[in-house]
């Protein structure tokens, strides 16, 4: 599963098991793809804390009751405890997929979670300037050798393809949350209804899209199916009825296992190039990675800031206390805010590609034609997290919605020898003049403590 209990403050981000998150006492949640829901689900008891969206969103999907949930505005600063100030930031990935700016005694930490970056970014007020320790960094496809175009470009590649194919039906593979702002756009440009389930069509209309999709089985040409339909029997099926394409958004490697299956490089996630462009602008004092066993922080040493960086206790916080906006919900007044800022209105932007494990089962039906890229997987539908081949044991993002059990790898995401301190991804990329700056005897109790720990554990 994609979540991280952060190291040195009481709070978890995408982590939902209780027995494993230690002094974690505040959960936060990014967007509602299933590899960041693992464990919440309708018997969650805990203060939760999302975007108004994904607050929606939770209790039409997981049935999480309304009274844990806790929705804050984006571009609004708020009081959290009596530790934490965060600020909610739109990640460009999903409907209602947010980063999270932290500051407290900890310092500051942007925790990214599934982002696609934007040059726009750098307008947001509450990033421009700002002095960043610990950037969690979502490097789903930080390889130099994955270049990814815009989704705008991608959007037009898609429609080249329908172009390409005026007498034929179009089907779109997609999971249950994304890539709404590809089929609006296709909607628009070709002026068509987009046919979608009526469990589909119900969340369309709670993240208030345009008025573009129907349920109604022939009111359109273009249909969105779940991405585990797009396989070589169905489109020889469909074929038999109507001639049909299919096509398929994702930033990763497909096996194409028929001629009228057609790979998109639509994807969510930021492009290698697009990571570099952020954390060059960013200049943070660290660099964690979102996706474990993926190291990928030699890419970005040279842009890391040499500013002297906090330097936490690394000793699990006390439990705070309720959230100062319950407390003063209950004494019927506004949530307390800091630096609040005019509240925008959240467009929602995209999705990640989430893994089709749960159907692999069926893969060995998946055979057919196979396209001209290289490097495929053998997987009819090889995930940009649930491949193995393609992210060298990196994020394992769960298949369909996404429900199921971890990979091997994710379940050591937070293991009993590293999550006490969290001290070696804390300090692999600080600069040794930031370390320096810092007092020695500081920081010698601290690697003291760090293998002190590591031995009892």
């Keep these: 599963m994609s979540g991280t209990v952060i190291a040195g403050t009481p709070i978890a981000v995408d982590f939902w098991s209780l027995r494993r998150a230690g ?33 929606r969103l939770l209790p039409h999907r997981l049935q999480v009751p ?10 609004q600063s708020h009081v959290v405890g009596e530790e934490v100030t965060v600020t909610l930031l739109d990640s460009n990935h999903c409907p209602g997929s947010v980063m999270f700016l932290f500051e407290g005694t900890f310092g500051t930490i942007l925790y990214t979670g599934d982002f696609r970056y934007s040059s726009s970014m750098q307008g947001e007020p509450a990033l421009r300037g700002r002095h960043i320790d610990r950037l969690y960094l979502d ?3 930080c390889h130099p050798q994955r270049p990814l175009p815009s989704r705008q470009c991608a959007t037009r590649q898609a429609a080249h393809v329908i172009r390409a194919h005026p007498q034929h039906h179009v089907v779109i593979g997609v999971y249950s949350l994304g890539k709404e702002t590809l089929l609006v756009d296709l909607a628009v440009e070709f002026r068509t209804w987009v046919v979608v389930s009526p469990w589909r069509l119900e969340q369309m209309r709670l993240l208030e899209l345009p008025d573009v999709f129907t349920a109604e089985e022939g009111a359109g040409w273009i249909r969105a199916v779940d991405v585990a339909e797009v396989r070589s029997d169905t489109l020889i099926s469909w074929n038999t009825l109507h001639p049909t394409i299919a096509i398929l958004p994702t930033g990763r490697p497909v096996k194409v296992t028929h001629p009228n299956i057609h790979p998109i490089p639509y994807s969510d996630h930021s492009s290698f190039s697009e990571l570099c462009e952020f954390v060059q602008w960013l200049k943070p004092c660290s660099v964690i990675p979102i996706v474990k066993g993926s190291m990928c922080q030699a890419y970005f040493q040279k842009y890391l800031s040499s500013a002297p960086q906090a330097l936490t206790d690394l000793k699990i916080s006390k439990p705070v206390q309720e959230s100062v906006q319950q407390q003063s919900k209950r004494k019927g007044q506004e949530p307390k805010c800091l630096l609040k800022r005019a509240a925008r209105h959240f467009v929602s932007q995209g999705v990640v590609f989430e893994s089709p494990e749960k159907y692999t089962e069926n893969t060995g039906e998946l055979t057919g034609v196979e396209g001209p890229q290289q490097n495929y997987c053998q997987s009819a539908v090889c995930s940009e997290g649930g491949c193995t081949c393609h992210k060298e044991k990196g994020k394992e993002e769960l298949s369909g919605e996404q429900p199921g059990a971890a990979s091997a790898g994710s379940q050591t995401l937070v293991s009993d020898e590293h999550f006490p301190t969290g001290f070696a991804e804390e300090y692999l990329l600080t600069p040794l003049n930031v370390l320096k700056q810092n007092s020695s005897r500081k920081f010698d109790e601290l690697v003291e403590d760090f293998f002190r720990r590591g031995k009892t554990s």
Excluded: K
Aim: proline share 7%; hydrophobic share 35%.
């Design 23 to 55: 002094g974690a006492r505040l959960f936060f949640l990014s967007h509602m793809h299933s590899d960041h829901t693992v464990g919440l689900s309708s018997t969650w008891s805990r203060p939760l804390y999302c975007s108004p969206v994904t607050a």
């Design 66 to 75: 309304t009274r844990w949930i806790r929705p804050l505005e984006v571009g």
């Design 139 to 141: 490097n789903t496809h």
